[in-house]
């Protein structure tokens, strides 16, 4: 099999002599979901943070495409075509979609901003993943959880993110709306991205995962095939800490 | 209901734009029945215009400071002491070394009051970005200390006279650039408005994106176009006195023809500053990517800060505009009395907040508008000289101001809770 996309190899972190997270090794593929599961406090989301370059690990390493890469700031992790997206925090909520998608890194043409190339530019990768988006001029404010998560998606997309940390991304989210975050990410996985989803709720990414890797206490439980695991298996692991009876992945 | 407001949103007008601009249409037409017609007259329009001015400039600075989600409550006290050093460096230091009356005079005058102004909100700026202390006490202690500055600078003593050629930025009888250049700027206005509307919906149908139909497009470029024009034919109708006209003819050397000299005043210079002011803000505001990213801190100050927006930066330079906008704001107000006083500005962050506040700035950060300020302005601005006209004194004049200011907040809550999202 070829590299990984992503590979962190023995990652420890410390704050204050609690090891948060404690020789964790995961690994991600091109066009593949891994779930990142685990308890608040299990330490998934401080390990995510040392990938998206908030936090520096105390020890282990990040390969990215097999070679060594070295994210000391969010915008290494960029450099690195490696985009987070937030449940909450991603979207000004009084500018329109065009002007979320481009945010920091607006065209501009004479010094003035380009808003018809943005916005055909917005059109184009927005309906590429979420055909039903009308709502071009209206604040983010005004549309539906589902709708925004496909701005921030879209964000992502259309600056050539090769692997996307997704954070709860539908724990706020009816059912409809997940259903279409759901779409999106199959979307995402047809074009060759990898993506990690994070989450406390083992039944929010059970079925939109490949692989899930459960943590605990800052320690890795395992990870596993999806296909050959029962939501039964995996709280075990969640709660217990325990192996499930398959073969690890 | 729903036809009317389907009908603004084909044509993509803006509803609360409209809605003041009829208020304001009910307030003039109010205050002109009162009066027995002195209110709607060229000559008390064009008072309004120039009593507009100085607080109009100022609030054009506080729409994007309100925006970010802050306030400037020292932009009085800011013109003061920028007034006074302004009239202290043209009155007592610059006469002795150029000479009275040198035309450099008020050149290098008023390009210092425009850097005091914006270092004074760059002082500000660097407290509210860096040291984070709250913008509410940072400026809360300038109202006090520029105030005290302000009375320090000359020891209480008003500075008069200022410069001659200086005080017609102030828009006295002979401030204004007259009829004929009147009517020349507000052509270039409509010409560029036309213009800026065909080169959009050129590019727009270039991109296949949806476009207004092309009479709603004609119609709306029409009342636009028509805005600056009516606005110079206005200023144009009101005709010099008759003193005022023959001592000018003196001073330049005309000749008095016969049936009298007719001189029309045209558009005040501080009025034409206020239109470019405002011009180059909205533009800045709204087409640029400084502007964007004031919308953006002000929608969500954690989005903008991952987005890679410098938010520290961004603070600063908010409040050094506003603070070079007072210092335009100074100019035009010590030109305009032909004195610097140490009260001069008093309570002119009241009326800046209130004009913005009134012209549709949310105070949760996140939405204002130029055009909207500069309309609040002239709202308080039109009841303050009606009421005056009618003879009521100050007190009331405060009174009704206080009240206009709540009550338009309020409005506005109820609009935006009805509006559909």
């Known amino acids: 099999m070829a590299n990984p996309l992503v590979e962190m190899r023995n990652i420890s972190i410390s704050f204050g002599g609690v090891r948060a997270v404690d020789d964790v090794s995961i690994d991600l593929h091109p066009g593949e979901v891994v779930g990142l599961l685990g308890h608040n406090g299990a330490g998934k989301s401080t390990l995510i943070k040392i990938l998206s370059g908030a936090y520096q690990a105390d020890k282990g390493e990040i390969l990215i495409d097999g070679k060594v890469a070295d994210i000391k700031s969010s915008r290494d992790a960029r450099d690195h075509r490696i985009e987070t997206i937030y449940q909450n925090l991603a979207l000004a909520d009084n500018l329109d979609a065009c002007a979320n998608l481009f945010l920091g890194r607006e065209m501009t043409a004479a010094g003035f901003l380009d808003e018809p190339a943005m916005e055909a530019a917005a059109r184009k990768v927005i309906g590429r993943l979420n055909p039903n988006f009308k709502k071009y001029h209206a604040p983010v404010s005004a549309l539906s959880g589902g709708q925004r998560q496909s701005v921030a998606i879209a964000r992502a997309v259309h600056f050539d993110a090769r692997i996307l940390i997704m954070d709860e991304p539908t724990a706020a989210l009816g059912v409809q709306e997940t259903k279409m975050v759901a779409e999106l990410i199959q979307q995402l996985k047809k074009e060759g991205i990898g993506i990690f989803l994070i989450s406390h709720d083992l039944h929010d990414v059970f079925d939109l995962s490949d692989r899930l890797s459960v943590m605990k206490n800052g320690k890795l439980v395992g990870t596993v095939r999806t296909q050959d695991v029962t939501k039964d298996d995996v709280l075990g692991m969640i709660i217990l800490g325990k192996q499930p009876a398959v073969a690890a992945a | ?421």
């Open chain 2, 1 to 421: 209901m729903n036809a009317v407001r389907s009908l603004f949103a084909r044509l993509e007008i803006d509803e609360r734009l409209l809605g003041m601009i009829i208020c304001l249409i009910g307030i003039w037409v109010g205050f002109h029945l009162l009066s027995d017609g002195r209110f709607i007259t060229p000559r008390n329009l064009y008072n309004l215009s120039l009593q507009t001015a100085s607080v109009a400039i100022m609030a054009i600075g506080m729409v994007p400071i309100i925006i970010i989600r802050q306030i400037d409550l020292s932009v009085g006290s800011m013109l003061g002491v920028t007034a006074m050093i302004v009239g202290v460096i043209q009155t007592f230091w610059l006469p002795p070394i150029l000479g009275g009356g040198h035309p450099l005079i008020w050149i290098i005058a008023a390009l210092a009051g425009i850097l005091i102004g914006a270092a004074l909100g760059g002082i500000n700026g660097l407290m509210v970005g860096y040291l984070g202390v709250p913008s509410f006490v940072v400026t809360l202690g300038g109202l006090l200390i520029w105030r005290g500055c302000a009375w320090w600078v000359t020891q209480g003593q008003t500075v008069a006279p200022l410069d001659e050629t200086f005080t017609l930025l102030g828009g006295g009888v002979y401030g204004t650039i007259g009829e004929t250049a009147s009517w020349i700027v507000a052509v270039i206005a409509a010409v560029a408005i036309a213009f800026a509307a065909h080169r959009r919906r050129r590019r727009h149908i270039a991109y296949g994106f949806p476009v207004r139909p092309l009479w709603a497009e004609a119609a709306v470029v029409v009342v636009q176009c028509a805005l600056p024009i009516g606005f110079a034919a206005v200023l144009n109708a009101y005709e010099m006195p008759a003193v005022a006209a023959t001592k000018l003819a003196e001073m330049k050397g005309w000749e008095i023809p016969e049936g009298g000299l007719h001189i029309f005043m045209g558009i005040p210079i501080p009025v034409l500053i206020l239109a470019g002011l405002a011009v180059a803000v909205s533009l800045l505001l709204n087409k640029t990517r400084f502007g964007r990213y004031v919308f953006a801190m002000g929608g969500n100050l954690e989005a903008a800060e991952r987005a890679g927006i410098n938010v520290k930066r961004m603070t600063v330079l908010v409040f050094v505009l506003m603070g070079a906008l007072v210092g335009v704001s100074a100019i035009v107000a010590s030109a305009r009395l032909q004195s610097a006083g140490n009260s001069i500005g008093s309570l002119d962050e009241l009326r800046v907040i209130a004009a913005a506040v009134i012209g549709g700035c949310s105070l949760a950060g996140g939405a204002g508008t130029i055009a909207g300020a500069i309309l609040g302005a002239v709202v308080i601005q039109s009841l303050q000289s009606g009421m005056s006209l009618l003879g009521y004194d100050a007190s009331l004049q405060n009174i009704v101001t206080g009240a206009v200011l709540v009550l338009a907040v309020y409005i506005d809550r109820l609009y935006q809770q009805r509006r559909p999202s």
